[in-house]
Each structure stands twice: as structure tokens, then as C-alpha cells.
């Protein structure tokens, strides 16, 4: 960390200050976004799949399934399993990220995506199947395990997976001791403190809660409060993401079907 | 009817009810895919096929066993065929209709009258989209066989063969009407491309069947 910091000091990237009155080190205000883009089916042969854009960040989400357990050991005779799988490919950022194969955090981001799914996916009507969806950053600039998780989201819905909802979030954290919404790697590497944050926004539930460096009560407090906002942005630009592939199909009012046997 | 698109998490009904890609939770209904709602009825775009004993499916023989044949009916469920409910014998790849029997707690079912399909072609559609392609009072499904004078067996699942006329035609015009379901209009737009390509290409296939040794799945 130290040395990141001088590092990136010394090229001259960053100011010494992240934040000068109210504005950060993008031109963005506190609670602003970065530019968020989702485009929802890119794969051809995935079940359901999702590319986004935020900021300098981009992911590719991939779901497939439900399918045959494998290895057939880990079969649930009562609900799907889900395997979550983040990785960043090799080039997706600076050496100390995307080295070829998983390694701890990697990981560690699969285990707590996999628990956000299976909170959100009505597991329980593909009972000896699993779901397996996969999430590759391409490129990288913060809080990628956010916008991996939003990704993988809308690629769940469009391989047409039942969910409760559509889970959505982004992170908050404190720099130069101020709250802010969706850091990037800058803010995150040189900030006090990152917590990301996923929602399922029917009912505001937390299904996902980590922090990076130290918060007091009130700042968590308020940082959610913060995250609520932004990721009720989020949340529309997911529903957008959906409307602009399904959205033809509501066009018009057609002739109606009924069903008949076959 | 004026049709509203919803994704999952919105809400379906202020009562408890039992639909197709809807849950309840709190008293309240949700849809859990992504629907068209229409007055108080929601219309799935997306889902998988369940089986549902009486259903009509297409299979294909995916497995030979000593206690009968394992069946892949484009589900995330394993079904079966008994050896014991049969007289003549399959080769895995062969395409056979056949009839739900049972369905378990898992979703594993058991198939019967397996009569073996040949000499067309197996297309696969999204099995939401089948009551699009029977249409009305299987409207849609006599308007193709109208125009190409094709047999076509509709499967639940989403398997559709086609066999005899004009295989192509008919072909082109389900596919139009899986990658179009749900549109305005698509009745007429469908009578409209069977028209003018059918005149196109006079009784050109009905004296040739394509023979097919094994069917593949044409997109």
C-alpha cells in the first residue's frame, strides 16, 4: 500500500489531495456514479449474459444452467447449487491483479457472490441441478466485485432463472474523510475505508456486506444511506439494460394466445 | 390489451396466487422472470420446461440402459423411458414423440407411447414461446400447414418437427415466430412471408422429403 502510494504519487497521477472542495479527483461530486453502461446478451452459447461498462470497468458476466450436477457428489436433492466464478484475466489491470488462476481474493469474491445468488435465485424449483455463473473483468478500475455481482444479475434474468429480485448495489467509502459512492481503484488504494454493498432493492435487504479499513457506527450509518441512493441509480440502469433486449416484445397489444394442446 | 413489461421483483398481484414465474412472499405476489403483464395475467418471456404429466414432448435418446432409455427432453431434469412399457428398440440420437406418464418431486419423468420420429427436421425453440407458435386455437400452427402442406408436431418442451411439404418454409416461418413472439401483429406478417416465398418456390420440396439420417438443430 505504501508503496503504491508513492508510486503513484511519483508518476504524478494523483493529486495530493483526492478530494478539493467537493469534488473528487474526476470531477465527480460525493454521491455521483461513474458513467454506467449494461448491455444484456452478448454470448451466444451462454444461457443468459451481460456486459457492463462503469467507469474505466469492464465485466462480463455469463450464466449457465440450470444443468446436470458436476461433480455429481455436490447434488442438492432439494434446490440448485450455484457455482460463482470471479476471476480477472491476465491483462485486466496493473501486475499486482490478473495473474493467471484464482488466487485468495479471487476466491474469496466467487464465495460471497455464490452467497448473493442463492439468496436471490429461487433455488428451490431446479432441485439436482446447478446454476454456474461466471464473472470475468476484463479490465479493471474499483470496485469490481460490485459491478461483477450487477452484471452477473441481469445475465441471471436474461438466461431466465427465477429470482426474487434483481440484486443491485455499489460501494461507498470514506476518502480524504469524506463518504463517497462508487470509488475507483484510486480512491480505493489511497482512501480510509471501502465497503461494498448489494442490495435487493424490492425490499432494501442486504445480501452482500464487506468493508475494506476502518468506519465508525455512524459512518456505516450514513455510507448506506449513501449506497441506497446510488444504487437505486443502478438499479434503473439494470432495468433499462432489460428493456432495451425484452422491452419489443410489450410493444404493441398482439393477437392474444391461447393456449390449445399440442 | 395493453401489455406492461415487468422483471422479477415487480409486483404481480396484491393477493397470493399461484403463477406461472411468479412467487409469493408477504401476502403478495412477484414475478420471478422476466414477464409481459396484461390485465391480471402475466405471460413468461423466459423460463425453462417443467414436465407436466400428459404432456406431448419431443425427446432425444440420449442414453440405452438395461432397465429401458434415458431421454434428453431440453429440461435441467433427467427422464426416462421404460423398457418394460415398450415393444421396439431406439438408438441414442433417434427422436422420439412421446407422452409424460409421471413427474416426481425432482422433476424426473417417466415417458410413455414413444413413437419414433424420422425424415424431417428437429428445430428448438424456447418452450415459453409454444403457445405462440399453436396460436389460438392452433390458428398459427394451420396457417403453416396451410401454406406448405407440412406435418408438424408441436412438443411442449420446445422441440418442433416438421416432416413432408416444404420442410424449409415451414422452418422459416417458426423460427420467425419464436424470434418475434409476442409482437403485434405477427399473425398477418407471418401469412404475409409464407405467401410470398411459397410462390416463390412452387411445390418445390413436396415431391422430395429431406431424408435425415440423424436430425441436427438448425438455427
Redesign the interface.
Known sequence: MAEEETAAMASGKVPKKLIQNGIRNDGRTPADLRNLKITVGVLKKASGSALIEWGKNRILAGVYGPREVFPKHQMNPNKAIINCRYAMVPFSSLEEHGRFGPNRRAIEIGKVGKHVFENAILTEQFPKTMIDINIDVLQSDGGTRVAGIVAASLALVDAGIPMRDIPSGVSVGKVDGTLVADLDKTEDNLGQSDMPVIFSPRTWDILLFQMDGMLTKKEIMDGIDLCKVATQKVHEVQVAALEAKYGAAAAGDDDSQEESGA | ?????I???ALAATSPRRMD?C?V?DGKT?V???S?K?GDKII?????Y?PRIG??IIGIISEERFSGYEVDINA???SSISARDIRETFQVGDVVSAKVRMVD???TAQLVEPRKLYAGRLIEI?S?K???I?????SMLALIKEYTGSDI????NGRIYTKNGDIALSVMALLKISSE???????DRIKELLEVESKKSPQNNAAKPAVQERPTEQY
Open positions: 390489451m395493453e401489455k406492461q413489461l422483471l422479477p421483483g414465474g412467487y412472499d412477484f420471478s422472470v422476466v409481459l396484461a413468461p418471456l423466459k423460463g425453462h417443467i404432456d406431448y435441467p431434469f433427467p418431486e425432482v422433476h424456447e415459453v409454444v403457445p405462440r399453436i396460436g389460438r386455437n392452433g408436431f408441436v412438443g411442449k413472439a409476442h409482437t403485434s401483429g405477427l399473425t
